[in-house]
């Protein structure tokens, strides 16, 4: 149970379909999972507050976590931080958009996972370490761009500006991820 060749290159591109499912169940289901289980509780506010703050959590330690293995290419720790990251991104679908973007993610990993214990490691050059964080962070924008948005709506609990926000990040983490951003090496 390996990861095709197709899954092994096209990473985000899986992702980006995952997650894209799991926000689709809104079509079905008007209310994310934390409203769910909290709408009925004597202090509800209180309670989506609480739960996004740890949302927000696994969302900082999942895009700090990928952009240090991006930077360092530490594959390890990469799948944990995307399984951090789709946890905390989960917490703003409905239930069954959680179950699949948790399932799906987890299920995508494991696969990745089994390639890279299958592969030979490859030695990693650390000459410019900044040139690799730099990259790293660009790859990892709408991560940092989500948690931003994260932070805005825990503060706020205004679902419209955390639409925007997330929105446009995802728009800049295509901007700054676009072939002409990216330097040639020689």
């Known amino acids: 149970m390996k990861a095709t060749n197709f899954e092994y290159r096209h990473p985000t591109l899986l992702h980006q379909f995952i997650v894209g499912a799991g926000f689709l169940t809104y079509l079905i289901d008007r209310d994310d999972i934390v409203w769910r289980f909290i709408r009925d509780t004597s202090a509800p506010r209180l309670w989506e507050r609480s739960l996004f703050i740890l949302a927000t959590i696994l969302i900082a330690v999942g895009a700090a976590l990928c952009t240090r293995a991006r930077a360092l290419h530490a594959t390890q720790q990469q799948y944990l931080g995307e399984l951090s990251y789709a946890i905390g991104l989960g917490s703003l679908m409905p239930l ?14 494991l696969r990745l996972t089994r390639r890279v214990a299958a592969q030979p490691s490859e030695p990693t050059s650390q000459t410019q370490p900044h040139r690799y964080w730099g990259q790293a962070f660009r790859k990892e924008a709408v991560k940092w761009g989500i948690l931003l948005t994260m932070i805005v709506f825990v503060i706020t609990l205004k679902d419209r500006i955390a639409e925007v926000l997330a929105a446009a990040s995802f728009l800049v983490g295509l901007l700054l991820n676009a072939p002409f951003f990216k330097r040639r090496s020689t």
Request: aromatic residues 8%; contains cysteine.
């Open 96 to 109: 069954p958009g959680f179950v699949i973007c948790v399932a799906a993610e987890s299920l995508r990993i």
